[in-house]
């Protein structure tokens, strides 16, 4: 499961990887700001799909959830993908 707490969090990881590919393909994308490196060493952006928030796009496209970091560090608690 690699990273994954649980099968349902492994699942939505795939899913938002694969949500993200699609959504930015062809278009022009551009990095807002970075907020350091999670866990996993995977850099924590905001960005902007052709002109569009893409944290805000994919969060009301349920395929984000809000978390809050702050240089590296998660100001909020983690999503919990295994209770739902």
Excluded: H
């Excluded at 694969?18 to 866990?39: H, S």
């Excluded at 052709?50 to 496209?61: F, M, P, Q, R, S």
């Amino acid at each position: 499961m690699g990273g994954a707490q649980c099968e349902a969090e492994r699942v939505i990881g795939y899913a938002s990887k694969a949500w993200v590919i699609e959504e930015t393909r062809g278009k022009e994308i551009v990095v807002r700001e970075t907020f350091g490196f999670d866990g996993y060493d995977r850099q924590v952006i905001s960005f902007i799909i052709d002109g569009k928030d893409g944290n805000e796009t994919a969060i009301d496209a349920g395929v984000y959830k809000s978390w809050v970091f702050k240089l590296g560090k998660p100001l909020t608690p983690k999503p919990n993908y295994c209770q739902e």
